[in-house]
């Protein structure tokens, strides 16, 4: 099983940045006001708890967050939603 979140913005060059992804406190949207912790703290989350994180972007065409919940004990409670329970 895995979820994936997938957007139609203006996406990351993994070349570039894909090391530096999931870095505290480096911002990767520069159109909005942040701190740059979001996506360190998901990371954070989902590996604390069995999962793992993987990213596919390319620039000018989106960006999809596939989690991939292995170990986690995971819940249909409703059609496209679901709750993860370490």
Not at 32 to 40: A, T
Request: proline share 6%; hydrophobic share 35%; aromatic share 10%.
């Amino acid at each position: 099983m895995q979820l994936t979140f997938t957007d139609s913005g203006e996406g990351i060059d993994m070349k570039k940045y894909g090391a530096k992804l999931f870095t505290p406190f480096i911002p990767f949207n520069t159109q909005q006001q942040g701190k740059g912790i979001g996506l360190f703290n998901i990371k954070k989350m989902i590996e604390k708890n069995g999962g793992r994180i993987e990213v596919e972007s390319e620039p000018g065409k989106g960006t999809s967050f596939i989690i991939l919940p292995e170990g986690i004990w995971c819940s249909v409670v409703h059609p496209g939603r679901y709750i993860m329970v370490g």
